[in-house]
């Protein structure tokens, strides 16, 4: 029976995008198509521990579903004005939509992916809101997953969940792919959504555990297959080649008893070959294609620079600060202004670091009289200007920016880095 439930779940996990994405086809809603599919799941979980796992589970599941979309129709329970067009007959209607299902694997499932992931990715949708129905639908994540990863309520993703699709239906956003100059406007929306839980895996924001995994793998599995289905959109290699060369430094990025190993400190022999070298490889793709000047393409040619350094001491960071300046002409932020602090400090020293932090305002897009830096309540900010001070030996202000770093961050394992670094400014001084 359990080898049974695990099968369901690998079946799950394997088909339910494309059986979302073709019931959708048919019935123009994401949330009748979510839960026409979640019937089917149901139906599999009560029929194959007794009936076995059919040959084709994809056919079987879409032919459960079918079946419970004709049972909805006959009882009204389903919009009947979407099949209007169809017939007015109740039967016809029958007839028409069970055909319309039967058909729908069989076509270009590619296409009902590639529409599924813009719509839910859509931006009348609110960032977060993007993100959860991205996991659920196209991740095939459980909304208890997704609220573990997020280290949030799963009332609070449930809730996402449904207000997200609610909008959708309410603001008729079509099942479709958007063409020409609204599908690079759209691919953005999308390309942001893949980041930000790729960025949340990479380092978790908040939680006792440096990364978390899962929702890496769920950004790359994404990722991997946007290039599949936009091969001739440079962001998208750029964003996967991104991913790719960052996630190859996982196994070197945490010590033996899950603390974090930050990049200076890392052994490089851990790091995994095979994804640098698929990395690389969709860097040149999308440079290629022209988009070596892309937000993505300039920073995923800087984690490049230090992928291609064999020691820390030999990391090019010259031409690091050259590719800094490039991502502030092209995407500036506070983010990417204090990333480039970091660069120079290490090209040409500590003094010209803080200099350069100390400019950050004019830097920084975001920044005005009354608020002054964005990056004001930013942790890392303090915990940049507290190494450069510690490091120029004024170490009553390091401990201060040290202390105000370990106060604002809420990742225990950036705290334990941070209160290390403190001992070795109290040590110091």
Not at 61 to 71: E, F, P, Q, V
Not at 376 to 401: C, S
Not at 412 to 424: I, N
Request: charged share 25%; hydrophobic share 45%; aromatic share 4%.
């Amino acid at each position: 029976m359990g080898d049974v439930h695990k099968t369901i779940e690998a079946v799950w996990k394997i088909e339910s995008t494309r059986l979302i994405a073709a019931i959708a086809r048919v019935t123009r809603d994401i949330g009748l198509a979510e839960e026409l599919a979640q019937d089917a799941l149901v139906a599999a979980l009560e029929r194959w521990p007794e009936e076995g796992i059919p040959e084709n589970p994809a056919a079987w599941l879409m032919t459960a579903a079918k079946r419970r979309a004709i049972d909805g129709l006959r009882r009204g329970q389903m919009l009947v004005q979407k099949h209007e067009e169809i017939a007015r007959d109740l039967n016809v209607q029958q007839q028409r939509l069970g055909d319309a299902m039967d058909q729908a694997l069989d076509q270009v499932l590619d296409d009902d992916v590639l529409r599924l992931i813009f719509t839910a990715c859509h931006p009348v949708l609110p960032v977060e809101g993007r993100i959860a129905l991205t996991l659920r639908l196209i991740g095939g994540l459980t909304t208890a997953e997704i609220a573990r990863a997020f280290l949030v309520s799963e009332k609070t993703i449930g809730q996402r969940i449904f207000r997200a699709k609610k909008t959708l239906s309410e603001a008729h956003v079509p099942f479709e792919t958007p063409r020409g100059d609204e599908l690079h406007r759209r691919v953005k929306s999308v390309l942001s959504v893949v980041y930000l839980v790729f960025n949340e895996g990479h380092t978790a924001t908040s939680g006792e555990e440096w990364m978390r995994a899962t929702l890496c793998d769920e950004a790359l599995r994404l990722g991997r297959m946007l290039a599949e289905l936009l091969p001739a959109e440079s962001e998208v290699h750029a964003l996967l080649a991104l991913m790719e060369l960052n996630a190859a430094r996982t196994a070197a990025r945490r010590g033996s008893n899950g603390e974090a190993v930050l990049l200076p400190d890392q052994d490089r022999s851990l790091w995994d070959e095979a994804q640098i070298q698929r990395g690389m490889s969709a860097l040149e793709h999308a440079q290629r294609l022209g988009g070596g000047a892309g937000y993505y393409a300039l920073q995923a040619a800087i984690v490049a620079c230090h992928m291609r350094a064999r020691t820390a001491s030999e990391t090019d960071w010259e031409q690091i600060v050259l590719l800094y300046d490039a991502l502030m002409q092209t995407a500036p932020s506070p983010i990417v202004a204090l990333n480039r602090v970091v660069a120079v400090s290490m090209a040409q020293g500590p003094a010209a670091g803080l200099a350069a932090l100390d400019a950050l305002d004019s830097l920084d897009p975001l920044a005005t009289p009354a608020t002054g830096s964005a990056l004001a309540g930013y942790h890392l900010l303090h915990t940049v200007r507290g190494d450069l001070l510690m490091k120029i030996g004024n170490f009553p202000e390091a401990r201060k920016e040290i202390q105000r770093a370990i106060a604002m961050t809420k990742n225990l394992r950036e705290q334990e880095l941070l209160t290390e670094k403190l001992k070795q400014i109290e040590a110091s001084s």
